[in-house]
């Protein structure tokens, strides 16, 4: 007799399941190469970043008065360059052919020489052209009785005044790398993570300790205890990758925006849980019907190739547009809001209405899907040897 309350049972279930995952190898193993991948990337990102945005320049006889003035005018233009003053041309020349300089550049201020191994960097290009500009236009001032400087000022006090209707959001870059983020993270979990339940269940659907079990528990408590433990652990996971990734991006710099990808770290909690609870019963269900690992695949594709297309999709759509009507739309409906919407939501672009009402649709979905998918469970999950047909579990 079942001397268990429904919730103990449950709690017992999902206890099981949870301890057994999370102490695997397999667990550790994966969560460690994740983060040291994320870390790699970030530090990666964060050196060549710097690498790309700084040049180091030699400057030898007159043109050395210029340093101050081309690591300003460089700045301007974008570009963080290193001057150092060199006493010999010949030995410069070769370092820039060994990639040790960047730049060497000689002679007069209104007649440099600039020596490179390829190619001058634009911006670098831009700032030296504005130099020699100036130089000249000072000393044709000077020929002709002007002030240099007062004209300077005057020149620089002359501008034009900019109406921005729609201004651009100066993080938007940064928020499409977090939303963009979350959403892979999303996609890994729940794929991962809902083909683990499909995996447990026919595991011990062959193996017959489902008779053992349903000996003792119902059928429901056994299948919620099965998804609320595995998805513990897939939610565990997520919060260490999300926490270690936005640390490390914080400290390297890769994220400037720490307040807007801890929101998105948080968002896509809830979106996880309502995306694995719609999806793991589904995937529990349709395993169900199989006795085999070998006919698992068969029965759980059709719901993978929901989640790929809901991510290779929408993806494609958020990078073109996130405020389009085919992203906005697909971000509200149940399969694909648990993929979609943290990502329109870290990119500023989805309205309260649109996130409210893209929460009760799942919730609506979760709800008819654990009715849908536990009554498919129940009836199949006892019934081994060949494929249960779904209109036979529906009965």
Known sequence: MNRLSPSRAVLLVARREFLGKIRTRSFVIGTVVVIAAIAGFALLQAVLFDKASTSTVGLSGQSTVLAEPLRQTSKAFGREITTVDVTDPAKAEEDVRK????????GAPDALRVVVKENLNSELQNALDAIVKQQVLNAQLAEAGLDPAVVAKNIAAAKVTVVELA???PQQGQRLAIGLVIAVLLYYSLLVYGMMVAQGVVEEKSSR????????????QLLLGKVMGLGAVGLVQLLVIGGVGL???SATGAVDVPGVAGGALATGILWYLLGFFLYATVFA????????????QSVITPIS??????????INLMIQDPSGTAVTVLSMLPPFAPILMPGRMALGVAPLWQVLLSIVLALGAV???????????????????SRVKLRDALR
């Open 99 to 106: 990639g040790d300089l960047d730049v060497l550049i000689t």
């Open 305 to 314: 190739t929901v989640i790929i297309i809901a991510f290779v999709v929408g």
């Open 167 to 169: 201004p651009e959001d």
């Open 367 to 385: 709800g008819a899907m654990t009715w849908l998918g536990g009554k498919i469970y129940s009836n199949a999950v006892l019934r081994t040897g």
């Open 247 to 249: 640390a490390v991006g």
């Open 209 to 220: 300790v489902v008779e053992i079990l349903l000996a003792t528990l119902r059928p429901w």
């Open 285 to 296: 269900a349709a395993a169900s019907l199989v006795s085999r690992q070998e006919e698992l």
